[in-house]
């Protein structure tokens, strides 16, 4: 099956409201908050964001390389991970359009893009 367009999950430490900016433009973005995965370690965010189908969205770099590398030296696999800069939540999204805009979720598969 084909997947174009990207979901993203925001992971805990994004702000709720680029959920709510993303949602208003017609895309797909579940919060860490409204999936009820509060307090859950960056393995298992990241894990039910990859059983989703949906790319990560975190500002949490140095956990979320560890992690892609783990996922890649034992053959598994996610659906993405987007790591921003802290900066206000209209301003990842500014940088975080074109990325969407320009990448298909097939494509997102199993790597990590920096915003």
């Known amino acids: ?42 393995a298992q965010q990241l894990a039910f964001a990859s059983g989703k189908q949906m790319a990560i969205l975190t500002h949490n770099r140095r956990d979320f390389e560890s992690l892609a590398k783990e996922y890649f030296d034992s053959g598994r696999k996610h659906a993405g991970i987007v790591i921003a800069v802290r900066r206000p939540p209209y301003e990842i999204l500014r940088r975080l359009l074109p990325l969407m805009n320009r990448v298909s979720a097939e494509e997102m598969d199993n790597q990590t893009f920096y915003i």
Do not use: P, W
């Open 1 to 42: 099956m084909n997947r174009l367009f990207i979901n993203l999950y925001l992971d805990e430490d994004v702000s709720s409201l680029l959920g709510k900016l993303l949602r208003s433009r017609g895309m797909a973005a579940l919060t860490t908050h409204d999936a009820g995965c509060l307090g859950a370690s960056d």
